[in-house]
């Protein structure tokens, strides 16, 4: 399974983006993505990778650390095998490498990461 991130960039604090992230690979598209969860996770400078958020990929509801709840949402396009991640209210603290991350039955470990993706917030 190969996951690619894209969609960082610079934007100023208050602004929005949205992230993409691209699942292929057998093992996920051969039974539709069943099954699997998708994550979102970050990196700020000097700090340690933290959780964002996560989907299943059947459809349930989204789920937020709570530094982002009301601010981000979490959706998906079966057809493309795609998750986004639509980030709004944007601040500097929001300035981090975001990174989508899969594993195929949710567990805690997840078990395929995709290259990151910079997003930098100005003031």
């Known amino acids: 399974v190969q996951l690619q991130a894209s969609g960082g960039g610079l934007v100023q604090a208050g602004g929005s983006l949205r992230l993409s992230c691209v699942i292929s690979?057998?093992?996920?598209?051969?039974?539709?993505?069943?099954?699997?969860?998708l994550g979102w996770f970050r990196q700020a400078p000097g700090k340690e990778r933290e959780f964002v958020g996560f989907?299943?990929?059947?459809?349930?509801?989204?789920s937020y650390a709570n530094s982002v709840k009301g601010r981000f949402a979490i959706s998906r396009d079966s057809r493309k095998n795609t998750v986004y991640l639509q980030m709004n209210s944007l601040t500097p603290a929001d300035t981090a490498v975001y990174y989508c991350?899969?594993?195929?039955?949710?567990?805690?470990?997840?078990?395929?990461w995709g290259h990151g993706t910079l997003v930098t917030v100005s003031s």
């Open positions: 989907i299943t990929w059947s459809g349930g509801t989204p």
């Open positions: 690979g057998r093992k996920f598209t051969s039974n539709r993505g069943m099954g699997w969860f």
């Open positions: 991350a899969a594993n195929e039955d949710g567990s805690a470990s997840w078990d395929y």
